[in-house]
């Protein structure tokens, strides 16, 4: 059964990328598919679903940096969002419960205010899985959406203390004794090279911090969560996150597909299902509205909001356990699970047109943004740049690097991460502005007419892409040259527009023989 899941799933997801939607939309398609017919979610299924999740969060925790999880809008953000919605929702839908769909609807005010608690969850695999998709985890809309899921995981914990009346056990505290002990754990994996203890060592801290936070009465997950924000911002932190995309990719499809195989919906339960997907907008509205008003830029809050735009994983969660203590009916499990799937496939999409949608609609979006955002986070200027590189990763630094000693002052590279920016000065890596590529905004705020040439040097051909659409937009006139792993990469790049696309998988070798000539002299 397993095999053929997987074949099912590999099938659909091919067919979901043919027609430009992310593979997971035909991951979730296969899961129904085979509920259809007559295959159940096994054992084995859910614990590499649930292995899959796991490894999500550690990931997620490698790239986190706790500053921003203590700041006032963040938190503010996510209370602010988790008020509005209940006020706002809660009355609506006990309102058409009492008159326009009694007959979908018909539960008490009670369950109607967990169901709603539950639909204010946005599911972390999803946006995740979109955010690396799109290669944005280091972006400022992604650190935002991320940090408004961890305090949402929070609040799911608070939910299900005080739902079961159980709380965390008194050794819940000594988890605090992590923290001194980070230097250790630190030590311990800058020994372990870079082969194959690498994946291994990633496995043992995800799960053991699972299996940790679970023994002390804590959501497990959170522990997987915590190790890996032990970690973030250390040398090893990226190899870790490398190492494990693999394995995490595939355990996810498995989640994907348990989410078709929880249960074979009726007519019923699809109709009320469709109709609690007309809350997405509602959702997005809100997040929008308020990151704006905690003076973020209309482009995070844009972005933010339609990653969050979904419903979550942690809401089956809540609702599973209101179900075990007789607090829902069981019905919901499936309505929510196929609201989960539908919300999955139409955030997925949406997110895949953000920037365009961005740069078409920006001057109206302007009115949203208050005065304190438009200063605080004005783009920063490369002054008499005409020659960028946009990524200083390893291929970007080498570029530059090799271009520094002939262009001088007016070489000037562009960097997402603002913490990584001391590192990359040790580097010799000087001229650096800290911005975005995929934002238009940063475009114009350059002196694009002055440029001569943009190296393009991001690992995600779709972040290459939507980068190269903003230069377009913003008017660019000069030269692009980018980096492309393979040979319909190359070519898409080129029909786009770009004027040099290296492949540095099938060129290095040029490169090699090109350096080591000298020895034969």
């Known amino acids: 059964m397993a095999v053929m899941a997987l074949g099912i799933a590999?099938?659909?997801?091919?067919?979901?990328?043919?027609?430009?939607?992310?593979?997971?939309?035909?991951?979730?398609v296969a899961g129904f598919a085979l509920n259809i017919f007559g295959f159940d979610a096994s054992d084995t299924l859910q614990t590499v679903a649930n292995l899959g999740?796991?490894?999500?969060?550690?990931?997620?925790?490698?790239?986190?940096?706790?500053?921003?999880?203590?700041?006032?809008?963040?938190?503010?953000s996510a209370i602010s969002h988790l008020g509005l919605w209940m006020l706002t929702v809660a009355p609506l839908a006990f309102g058409l419960s009492l008159f326009a769909l009694s007959d979908l609807l018909n539960i008490a005010f009670t369950e109607l205010a967990i169901l709603v608690f539950a639909f204010s969850f946005s599911s972390t695999v999803c946006?995740?899985?979109?955010?690396?998709d799109a290669s944005e985890l280091k972006?400022?809309?992604?650190?935002?959406?991320?940090?408004?899921?961890?305090?949402?995981?929070?609040?799911?914990?608070?939910?299900?203390?005080?739902?079961?009346?159980?709380?965390?056990?008194?050794?819940?505290?000594?988890?605090?004794?992590?923290?001194?002990?980070?230097?250790?754990?630190?030590?311990?994996?800058?020994r372990l090279g870079h082969g194959e203890l690498v994946?291994?060592?990633?496995?043992?801290?995800?799960?053991?911090?699972?299996?940790?936070?679970?023994l002390v009465g804590l959501k497990g997950d959170l522990g997987a969560l915590g190790i890996g924000m032990l970690m973030a911002n250390t040398k090893k932190a990226d190899e870790l996150y490398k190492s494990l995309i693999s394995f995490k990719e595939i355990f996810l499809i498995a989640f994907f597909l348990t989410?078709?195989?929880?249960?074979?919906?009726?007519?019923?339960?699809?109709?009320?299902?469709?109709?609690?997907?007309?809350?997405?907008?509602?959702?997005?509205?809100l997040f929008f509205f308020v990151f704006s008003a905690f003076s973020f830029r209309v482009r995070t809050a844009l972005l933010s909001a339609l990653l969050l735009s979904n419903f979550s994983e942690f809401g089956l969660i809540?609702?599973?356990?209101?179900?075990?203590?007789?607090?829902?009916?069981?019905?919901?499990?499936?309505?929510?699970?196929?609201?989960?799937?539908?919300?999955?496939?139409?955030?997925?999409?949406?997110?895949?047109?953000?920037?365009?949608?961005?740069?078409?609609?920006?001057?109206?979006?302007?009115?949203f943004q208050r005065k304190r955002a438009s200063i605080k986070n004005m783009p920063t200027r490369a002054l008499g740049a005409q020659v960028m590189i946009v990524g200083l990763g390893r291929v970007g630094v080498g570029a530059y690097l090799s271009l520094k000693e002939e262009w001088g002052d007016k070489l000037w590279g562009v960097e997402i991460d603002r913490a990584r920016v001391p590192g990359l000065n040790k580097l010799e890596v000087t001229n650096i502005v800290v911005g975005d590529g995929d934002d238009i905004e940063f475009w114009e705020a350059q002196e694009i007419e002055s440029i001569k040439l943009i190296m393009l040097a991001?690992?995600?051909?779709?972040?290459?892409?939507?980068?190269?659409?903003?230069?377009?937009?913003?008017?660019?006139?000069?030269?692009?040259?980018?980096?492309?792993?393979?040979?319909?990469?190359?070519?898409?790049?080129?029909a786009m527009g770009v004027d040099v696309a290296f492949n540095y998988y099938s060129e290095v070798g040029a490169g090699l023989a090109n350096e080591s000539c000298h020895l034969l002299r």
Request: proline share 4%; aromatic share 10%.
């Open 10 to 28: 590999l099938i659909l997801g091919l067919l979901a990328k043919q027609v430009n939607l992310p593979p997971l939309v035909g991951y979730l």
């Open 318 to 367: 809540v609702t599973s356990l209101s179900v075990s203590e007789g607090l829902l009916h069981e019905e919901w499990l499936l309505t929510l699970a196929l609201v989960m799937a539908f919300s999955f496939v139409i955030s997925s999409f949406l997110y895949r047109y953000a920037h365009r949608i961005y740069a078409m609609y920006k001057s109206k979006l302007a009115r």
């Open 259 to 285: 989410i078709g195989l929880s249960g074979l919906p009726d007519l019923k339960t699809i109709g009320v299902a469709l109709f609690l997907s007309l809350l997405l907008p509602l959702k997005f509205v």
């Open 53 to 76: 999740v796991t490894l999500l969060l550690f990931t997620i925790g490698l790239k986190i940096n706790l500053k921003d999880l203590i700041k006032v809008e963040i938190w503010g």
């Open 139 to 190: 972006s400022r809309h992604s650190n935002l959406a991320i940090s408004i899921l961890i305090i949402q995981d929070i609040f799911a914990v608070l939910f299900m203390v005080f739902a079961t009346g159980k709380a965390p056990s008194l050794w819940a505290l000594a988890l605090v004794a992590l923290i001194p002990l980070r230097p250790l754990i630190l030590a311990f994996a800058d």
């Open 458 to 494: 991001m690992p995600s051909i779709d972040e290459i892409l939507v980068v190269v659409r903003q230069l377009q937009t913003a008017g660019y006139r000069g030269r692009i040259s980018t980096v492309a792993r393979y040979d319909d990469e190359r070519e898409r790049l080129l």
């Open 199 to 214: 994946p291994l060592a990633g496995f043992v801290l995800a799960l053991g911090g699972y299996a940790l936070f679970d």
């Open 127 to 132: 946006a995740i899985k979109i955010l690396e």
